[in-house]
């Protein structure tokens, strides 16, 4: 990246201002509070329901390095924020039993918005200590480069490199969402008799699908989810998964002996796997939470004579002085930033722009991005599978995709999930280690490329593609 060049991380599609804009106070205030350093230079751009997330110059990776550098010297620091992010689970776990104690509609609107106070200054404690993760791997792939340079260095093939990264990378723990799916799969072999394990099942993940569809599921909608997959399921992705599981712990001390890594090499691995892992934390935490909050949302949305997406438009400050101050100024406020705006920091000042300025900043940012294509990325999860690109940029797009189809994004996200399970490969322009692609991929043992720059200007839909992803690259057997 040149000097005054912009570049954008990443895309979320379906998301709304609040609360994704929680996570720029995280990385800009709440680091320079907490840790003396903030992200300089970063843009969060929410148009077309969808956020674009910008930087320039490499601004993220001066943060990334002084973290990296941390968590290399010290290294009880990894554990430090781990445990931060227990004690934040169990912080909105009591929140939650706070919420349910309340008859909502009977709550004033100061108690209502000290409710929301509460869940805004966790989440911006939350985003504070995890970005310390994500800013070793986001904007430039620091930790994955690092850990490339140690395989290299090794006396084996580009394919046996693939297959090292991806094994050394993958957490020992199962994440949450890998855990639900072997409930959910469990429960499909043994329809018709699950009321129990249903029960079991609801009471633990009744919430994991909110951050997907925004829905809290119920024994009427996992019913009708497990009876749609009978068909499909004899019993062999599940075995897959807790096979892989049994056997990753005894393949990792095997690989580390087989490769002679030293033990700080080790510990970059270990460094890894533990960064994966915590970010499948927070999300569990960000969806657990949203889902906890929206009767509160909800009621306030009512008092204020809006909906919920509009609602979502407002920030702290804004429904302070609506729901404390009576003041209706918010609705305004909404309509500007529906059309589009943007919230920064720019030369260390925290700024919102709408409308014609927010307009001309994104031009400026477009225009200075590059623009190279390189159908080359980095391995998340090593295999080789040929098929159809189907680009998948937002919801709308999926009814197209079929099963064994090229999956093709700027960054996958939540939303997706339905249909990457189907997926022969998954690639993505932007992402690294600790993407959202590349855990899924993981958990899944889906084929999956990240961090192809421009890969959505290199390839059309219908394209015939081959993708490697033992050594990160794509190749176009035919164009459509």
Known sequence: MTANEWSCMSVDVETSVFPTVICLYGITSGMQDRFGIATDNIAFVFRDKKIEYWVKDNSYSVVGKYFLNMFI?????????????????????????????????????????????????????????????????????????????????????????????????TPEKSTIYEEEKIHFLDMQLNYPDIKDRLKSYLGKYYWIQYGFEGKVMNSETSTRAIITGLSKNNGQELSKIIDNRKNLISKQKEAEKILKLNEEEKFLFYLSREVVCLKSIRKAITFFSACELRPVLCEMAARLNLTMGDLCYLLKDDLKTALLEGQNEYKNIIQARK???????????????????????????????????????????????????????EEKDMPKFNEGDILVSYATNPNLVPIMGKAAAIITQEGGLTCHAAIFSREFSIPCIVGVKNVLDGLKDGDMVEVDAYKGEIKIIKND
């Open 73 to 169: 010297s010290n290294r009880k620091f990894i554990e430090w924020v781990g445990e931060q992010h227990f004690r934040l689970f169990e912080d909105f776990r009591k929140l939650s039993k706070l919420i349910k104690s309340f008859d909502i509609k009977r709550c004033t609107n100061k108690s209502l918005f000290g409710i929301y106070s509460i869940f805004w200054d966790k989440t911006l404690e939350l985003y504070t200590i995890s970005c310390t993760l994500s800013s070793i791997e986001l904007d430039i792939e620091l930790i994955s480069s690092r850990l490339r340079e140690i395989l290299k260095k090794k006396n084996i093939n580009d394919d046996k490199k693939g297959y090292y990264f991806t094994l050394l990378t």
């Open 339 to 393: 059309e589009i705006c943007i919230f920064a920091r720019l030369d260390g000042r925290l700024v919102e722009f709408t409308g014609k300025e927010a307009r001309d900043l994104l031009d400026k940012m477009q225009s200075s991005s590059n623009k190279q294509v390189q159908l080359k990325g980095t391995p998340a999860f090593c295999g080789k599978a040929k098929g159809r690109v189907k680009k998948i940029l």
